[in-house]
Structures are given as structure tokens and as C-alpha cells.
T-cell receptor
Framework: GQNIDQPTEMTATEGAIVQINCTYQ??????LFWYQQHAGEAPTFLSY??LDGLEEKGRFSSFLSRSKGYSYLLLKELQMKDSASYLC??????????WGAGTKLIIKP | GAVVSQHPSRVICKSGTSVKIECRSL??????MFWYRQFPKQSLMLMAT?????????EQGVEKDKFLINHASLTLSTLTVTSAHPEDSSFYIC?????????????FGPGTRLTVL
């Protein structure tokens, strides 16, 4: 079956760095997405990786290793507004998104 | 980025009534639209995939006669929850995709919170 695993919840301190991991097993691979979702709102796009390596975009970076079925989202200089759920999703062979359950990130002052 | 709207943003209805939710891609033509449901503290659950002009493909366990999807144009898809029950109360989110290109990002609407009394 298809499976996306990510931690349920993480806590970090304002100004620090946090890494959210995602492992996946899917039928085919056409890219991996990270989305941010604040409570009560729809997800917003953060990043897309289809080739191995690190993609940096401001305070957020996303890494992919296709051979390991592994990705992480790195958030630097954490701000209180970064408190949200972070969803990992893989596009499978049919270009359908397979979603992880999300990681709730709690930022403490 | 591309913009997707949903209407209404919030709806409260009585049990047994039907509710229609609209999803529009405002500045692009969406070849495919998706309907998701999200219960509190849970991830998105794909309900169905719809392509313009054809019947929607429903995920296993989703009743197609209860959740009617009409994708009449490249910019509009509607989800009708028929004979709604309290257990249908949820956050319904649509998304639209430009095409089958490698960069196949889905653009999400803001969601519709449905409460069935």
C-alpha cells in the first residue's frame, strides 16, 4: 500500500531551527510537496522537490532523497506565526497526491 | 500563484437538506479539480477527482449518490452534499490543478466549513 509517515507533533523555540521529516512508500513518484496549514484554513504551498537535493526558499528549505524515500522540511529563524501543521504529500504515478497526516509544530517564546 | 475560490465559506444546515459548494479557479483553467474532506486534527482525505466534462472518480468509501460532483467547465466544479447528516459536518476543501506536467501543484480553495444540525 501507499504510506506517508511524519511525526505527529513537534515543539521548538522562537528563533531556533526545526527539521520535520517525512518518509514515503508510494506506487511511483512524481514529486514531493510540503504544505503549511494553519488551524481552520486550507493548506498553502511551501515547496516542491522532484530531484534529489536541497531546495532553499528564504527561511524554509526542503530536502529529498528518492533512493531513501525521505524528505525533510527545514525551518530557520522560527517565528510564532510558523505555528501550524505541516503536510507532506507525494505525487504518485497517476499524479495523485498521497497525503501524510501532518506534523503539528508548536513554537514557544 | 493561481487563485481558487470557494463559496460559501461557512454553512449551517438542518439534517436532511442538501448543500451545494462551489469551487472556482479564478485566473486559470483547471483540467482537474479535487474535493477533500478534513475532520478536526486529521489530514486531508481525498473524496473525488473530477475532470471537466466527465464523471468524477470517487475514492473508495465515498458515496457518489450522496456527494454529487459536477465539473461543468474548466473553471467551476460543484459538490452537493445530499440529505446531509450531522456526521457530514466537516471542512470541505477543493483544489485545482493546471495539468499533468511534472510541476503539478494543486492550488487550494479556502475551504467550506459545513455544520449539519
Amino acid at each position: 500500500g501507499q504510506n506517508i509517515d511524519q511525526p505527529t507533533e513537534m515543539t521548538a523555540t522562537e528563533g531556533a531551527i526545526v527539521q520535520i521529516n517525512c518518509t514515503y512508500q508510494t506506487s511511483g513518484f512524481n514529486g514531493l510537496f510540503w504544505y503549511q496549514q494553519h488551524a481552520g484554513e486550507a493548506p498553502t504551498f511551501l515547496s516542491y522537490n522532484v530531484l534529489d537535493g536541497l531546495e532553499e526558499k528564504g527561511r524554509f528549505s526542503s530536502f529529498l532523497s528518492r533512493s531513501k524515500g525521505y524528505s525533510y522540511l527545514l525551518l530557520k529563524e522560527l517565528q510564532m506565526k510558523d505555528s501550524a501543521s505541516y503536510l507532506c504529500a507525494v505525487s504518485d504515478s497517476n499524479y495523485q497526491l498521497i497525503w501524510g497526516a501532518g506534523t503539528k509544530l508548536i513554537i514557544k517564546p | 500563484g493561481a487563485v481558487v475560490s470557494q463559496h460559501p465559506s461557512r454553512v449551517i444546515c438542518k439534517s436532511g437538506t442538501s448543500v451545494k459548494i462551489e469551487c472556482r479557479s479564478l485566473d486559470f483553467q483547471a483540467t482537474t479539480m479535487f474535493w477533500y474532506r478534513q475532520f478536526p486534527k486529521q489530514s486531508l482525505m481525498l473524496m473525488a477527482t473530477s475532470n471537466e466534462g466527465s464523471k468524477a472518480t470517487y475514492e473508495q468509501g465515498v458515496e457518489k449518490d450522496k456527494f454529487l460532483i459536477n465539473h461543468a467547465s474548466l473553471t467551476l466544479s460543484t459538490l452537493t452534499v445530499t440529505s446531509a447528516h450531522p456526521e457530514d459536518s466537516s471542512f470541505y476543501i477543493c483544489s485545482a490543478r493546471l495539468g499533468l506536467a511534472d510541476y503539478n501543484e494543486q492550488f487550494f480553495g479556502p475551504g467550506t466549513r459545513l455544520t449539519v444540525l
